[in-house]
């Protein structure tokens, strides 16, 4: 049953007149008179109007047919408006992804900025593997993802963000707390303790392209869990530099020449609502100038 057809019929019921519901509904006379004709012939054959004199009237037939549309169509467009204004209201959730780390100022500055700014917003916040994260991005699970690896994966854009560089975790009292940095080839042979950064692709991997001497004992999911691991003397870990923080149990020493991109990642031609799109946005605006800012 065709919604406009029903406004036709209701809209004719009114004026019991063709010329004058055609020109109310903006449609032509032969229009108008072929919606009714087929609508009668959907409903058996019934005749929903008669003749009279130049003009028509509802049957008895049409008569009860006019109380059902009216109200369908009243009740319809109560929930019309009941839609928009719930639309209008309700939350806008913003679903963003992160590997471990990149939560950092820039990012919790924009997400209190934009919920200031916005009554409407809310986050839903995930941390986890780059891997994991690009997959709920092109299952349409999250909005947007801050990962530290591409993909060649044409359903999903990549929009680089800054490079992080890396520190080695060790426990305090190693022998190699007090140098100046570490070279990758010096610690990769080293018991280590990894991250979801590495968990698909590990260190010894992107240092060396051979994985054959790593000695990863054991993975964990965020970067904190990592340094409690760290701390409790069970080995090292490689650790972007956001998250030098003081620690008990911990040293830091810079690891030479070792950088790694940031990403934000979205779903290639996925349109999102104009609060979410303007906060990505914000997002990879804030991280690139404070990387600029840095870099000076």
Known sequence: MNYNVLRYFSVLAQVENYTKAAARLGISQPSLSS??????????????????????????EGHFYREKVDSALSELHAASLMLKDSRESAPVVIRMGYVSGTLDAVVLQKIREHTERHSRVRFLLTEHSAQELMDQVRQEQLDMAIVDSSDRDRSLHFRKLRERGFYVALPKGHPLEDREYLEPREVM???????????????????????????????????????????????????????????????????????????????????????????????????????????R
């Open 189 to 295: 042979e080293l018991p280590q303790v990894v991250f979801n950064y590495s968990v698909e692709g590990s260190f010894g991997h992107w240092a060396s392209g051979n994985q054959a001497n790593e000695r990863v004992i054991c993975t964990v999911n965020t970067v904190s869990s990592a340094l409690d691991l760290v701390g409790g003397g069970l080995g090292i870990s490689f650790i972007p530099d956001e998250c030098v923080l003081p620690r008990d149990g911990v040293s830091f020493v810079p690891l030479r020449n070792w950088h790694q991109a940031l990403y934000m990642c979205i779903l290639y031609d996925k349109w999102l609502q104009p609060l979410v799109w303007d906060f990505c946005e914000l997002v990879i605006s804030a991280i690139r100038k404070a990387e600029e800012e840095r870099k």
């Open 35 to 60: 919606a009714i004709h087929n609508l009668e012939n959907e409903l058996g054959g019934v005749a929903l109007f008669e003749k009279v004199g130049r003009n028509i009237r509802l049957t008895k």
